[in-house]
């Protein structure tokens, strides 16, 4: 199993920053990807940037640009630089984790989630 805490999230206005963290624990040599997803009460969970194995990164159009995905292997640590703050960025932010079992199947692992809220 894979365990995720997410933390950095708070209150700030729009235009300026957040960095957010995500450490995993437990099985984290089987993570084949994480990302980070974000969720406003009474909405679909969307995804927001992920990052595999490889490196490689995707992002949602409406942070292109604005937020960054990294990965520490060795700290276990997932990071999402958050710049230009917009208040529609106002969510839950979760952290993902994708992984292969010993079978071969695909389990998605989250966090309980951290909150970020953008005042205009």
């Known amino acids: 199993q894979v365990q995720l805490v997410e933390s950095g999230g708070g209150l700030v206005q729009a235009g300026e920053s957040l960095r957010l963290s995500c450490v995993a624990s437990?099985?984290?040599?089987?993570?084949?990807?994480m990302g980070w997803y974000r969720q406003v009460p009474g909405n679909q969970r969307e995804l927001v940037a992920t990052i595999g194995a490889n490196d490689a990164t995707n992002y949602a159009h409406f942070v292109e640009g604005r937020f960054a995905i990294s990965r520490d292997r060795s700290k276990d640590t997932l990071y999402l630089q958050m710049n230009d703050l917009k208040p529609d960025d106002t969510a839950v932010y979760y952290c993902?984790?994708?992984?292969?079992?010993?079978?071969?199947?695909?389990?998605?692992?989250w966090g309980e989630g951290t909150p970020v809220t953008v005042s205009s």
């Open positions: 993902n984790a994708f992984i292969w079992d010993r079978a071969g199947a695909a389990i998605d692992y």
């Open positions: 437990g099985t984290t040599s089987r993570i084949k990807a």
